[in-house]
């Protein structure tokens, strides 16, 4: 079955950087756009970054501008999602996402932690 995992997560500095990756297997990667979203303790998951099939179109959550970004490699069935300027609330569970006509998927997550 469709298969992603993430990773890349850890612990980090506020203002350190962080890059995730997530590798896509059994599935169409390059037809379809792929997702990060974010879920931290007690709130519920939201969607942090998309990228277009191809690359060419990206869109970010007004909390991350201009300081995330996300970028894929077809040839690699990788999506990836740079991170800089890591704020204390930034620490999360990452999850990337993707979907075809019919179903959605998501990677088991991977944990960043912003503290000092």
């Known amino acids: 079955q469709v298969q992603l995992v993430e990773s890349g997560g850890g612990l980090v500095q506020p203002g350190g950087s962080l890059r995730l990756s997530c590798v896509v297997s059994r599935f169409t990667f390059s037809t379809y756009p792929m997702s990060w979203y974010r879920q931290a303790p007690g709130k519920e998951r939201e969607l942090v970054a998309t990228i277009s099939n191809l690359g060419r179109r990206t869109n970010y959550a007004d909390s991350v501008k201009g300081r995330f970004t996300v970028s894929r490699d077809n040839a690699k069935n990788t999506v990836y999602l740079q991170m800089n300027s890591l704020k204390p609330e930034d620490t999360a569970v990452y999850y990337c996402?993707?979907?075809?006509?019919?179903?959605?998927?998501w990677g088991q997550g991977t944990q960043v932690t912003v503290s000092s």
């Open positions: 996402n993707t979907r075809n006509m019919v179903t959605e998927y």
